[in-house]
């Protein structure tokens, strides 16, 4: 397996056709994205150039770039009905991007259909990515149940994304990156650990953004937890995007060096200077190379 981002985002032709064909959040209005909870967000073209993507990922020495669908901008959280046409215009337009990219389908958490999951699967995807904010507690896990047995039937893995950040409008544009994608990230690792590895306990799992930093807070779990080691599953990961050495050091110190995979974020992110985040040439070796072969295919390199 050659190295490996295995978070960015690219909006093909037919998924901004479908956003730009709505009136109500989430739509594109040329391009500029509304949302619900979020100001405006003007949105560069060229960030979603396929053919200068593809550049920017040769130059970073990437053999593949996984995309998903942004969660944030709420499709999954719509009415089936509503749902549907985007996730598949999402699904169209990804399974025939050009190398070296790859993708994570999606799915509706609302109206939970796990025959159309299987179905867009079948496309070639390399696993299902869900917002974190239906992950968050028991409920979230019984509602998404069946999309997590498919996923373990197939030998497939769940890639956690932040959701929807309602609420957010009026503060700083910053305000739902670094506070409620945060919080979700961390409400996520904790019910994971508490709802969904008792329910599936074959699933293999990455979060995005170190689990906002939730593994961190291991010595607390100690204390305050349920007695057991909060770093000991060998198929849970998370990834990189936003953060840099200081961070994904200590997330190494509490997870060890095989739990942590690259991701970018970009178009929204840049991926790190340092492969290795200033830990060596083994660290970086197992976070584009290792890690993700295991992530994805439950095999050591």
């Known amino acids: 397996m050659t190295n490996c981002d295995v978070h960015q985002h690219l909006w093909t032709p037919s998924l901004v056709t479908a956003l730009r064909s709505r009136r109500e959040p989430p739509f ?11 100001p405006p967000y003007e949105i560069p073209p060229a960030d979603h150039d396929i053919a ?18 942004s969660s944030p901008i709420g499709v999954e959280w719509l009415p089936g009905a509503e749902a549907r046409p985007l996730l598949d215009a999402y699904h169209e337009g990804s ?6 990219f790859g993708a994570w389908a ?19 995807f390399v696993g299902l990515q869900l917002p974190a904010n ?19 039937e197939r030998d497939l893995p769940l890639f956690v994304h932040p959701g929807p950040a309602p609420g957010g409008a009026e503060g700083p ?37 170190l689990a906002g930093l939730a593994p961190l807070h291991g010595e607390r779990f100690a204390a305050r937890g349920d007695g057991s080691d909060a770093a000991g599953d060998p198929d849970v990961f998370v990834e990189t995007s936003s953060y ?23 178009p929204y992110a840049e991926p790190p200077q340092q492969p290795g985040f200033g830990l060596g040439g083994a660290a970086a070796y197992a976070f584009r190379i290792t890690n993700p072969r295991r992530l994805l295919t439950g095999k050591a390199d």
């Open 28 to 38: 594109l209005d040329g391009w500029t994205l509304f949302l619900d909870g979020e």
């Open 52 to 69: 200068r993507r593809a550049d920017l990922a040769a130059t970073d020495g990437l053999g593949r770039a996984l995309v998903s669908l």
């Open 95 to 100: 399974a025939t991007l050009p190398e070296p």
């Open 106 to 124: 999606a799915a509706c958490v609302r109206d939970v259909d796990a025959k159309a999951t299987a179905q867009d699967l079948d496309a070639g």
């Open 134 to 152: 239906a992950l968050a507690d028991a409920a979230g896990y019984t509602r998404c149940a069946p999309l997590l047995d498919l996923l373990e």
């Open 173 to 209: 544009g910053w305000w739902p990156a670094m506070v409620p994608y945060v919080q979700q990230m961390h409400s996520a690792w904790f019910a994971f650990r508490a709802y969904g590895r008792p329910r599936h306990p074959r699933l293999r799992i990455c979060f995005a953004l």
């Open 244 to 266: 840099g050495p200081t961070a994904v050091e200590a997330v190494v110190r509490a997870l060890g060096v095989h739990a942590v995979v690259q991701g970018s974020d970009r």
